[in-house]
């Protein structure tokens, strides 16, 4: 199973835009590009919604089968380890191993040892091609990638190899993430966490490095655009020089986590890969669950009154629903209006307000941040919420492939400056 060279990752947290989402895909192609869908949904997202993997592949069939989608599409259990990963074994064909939570245990001396032995012939200067800087591999240096990855990589192994177990080789596509890390990892620390993957012979088709800078939930990237830039470029002329090297997939490709929402980094990522002829797989991360809120909000009535229930009981629910993000969000509680300002907003306010786009002056990345963190309030709702996106899903769908298409898919595949 070879994934493709441009892959798109659709969270659906309520599992009801499935098709609305492929449609951006269908217009892309029109617009011509190919792009295949890769539906992912975490184990910490199935247990805050309480819905389950099976879900996630019906949702992806029927989508599928409605809109007689012919390429490919993917499932992807996301963020998985070895505790989790079971019961995703039926229903998913991708699989992200997350190991971030084992960089910097100690391996054993013995693999450590051998681990050095096998990286010793790269020892002195290290010129990728494609990277300005040559690197001086140390001693010290090597041991520095033993100690923080060496262990967490081992690991991804015994994930992988548990996944053929079950499913058999060649069968799904395996991506390793790191990017739940403390800290980013530079390309040459890429570099060996590839020869690593290598060494247990994991099939990679995608590796989610964590990036310099903060790629926070649902806004634009903050950090120094010409630095990622850089980097970005950097790790693509890494991942070309680790495939020849290590012999790994040849359509090993980078994969961007929570890359919705980063339109400062889209020209730059664009350009990179138009220039290296890269792949790259993007992973949203959960807002179009946002342009639901949006769609009901646009549709005034009935759907305006939940979309500003949703944001009260945010609102009064702060600590309680940020602290699982508190890393991934950076949200002023004093810019964040009061419930009973928005109880007076017409439909334009609110919408205009929360959606992504940085030239109105009425959007807040600190009220979109907060109706973000905020799907749990709506998952409670539960038919309610539910019954309002049947009510109003001509607006809702509308927001959800427009947000795709024309914010996301046309600047970072296509080149084309968003409107
Ligand atoms: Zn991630």
Redo the contacts with the bound molecule.
Sequence with gaps: MNLEKYSIGIGDRFGREGVAQLRALVEAKKLGVDIVPVWNK?NREHTLIGTSPGNVRVEADAAVRELSWRASYYVDA??IGLATVDKFIASSDFY?I?V?DYIGKPATRESTDAFLRDMAKFKGTLQIPGVDAAVEVTDALLMEVARKYLYALEEAGKVYRHIVEKKGENSFVAEV?V??ADKPQNPIELFFILAGIAREKIAIQTI?PKFTGSFLKGIDYVGDIRQFAREFEDDISVIAFAVKTFNLPENLKL?V??GSDKFSLYPVMHAAIARCKAGLHL?TAGTTWLEEVIGLAASGNDGLEIAKEIYAAAFNRFDELAKPYLPVIQIDRTKLPEPREVAKWDERQFVETLRHNQSSRMYSIHFRQLVHIGFRIAAEMGEKYNQRLTEYRAEIEKNVTENLLVRHIRPLFLGQAAD
């Design positions: 975490s996301d963020h992200t997350d971030a993430s990017d739940e989610a994969s986590h929570s992973k």
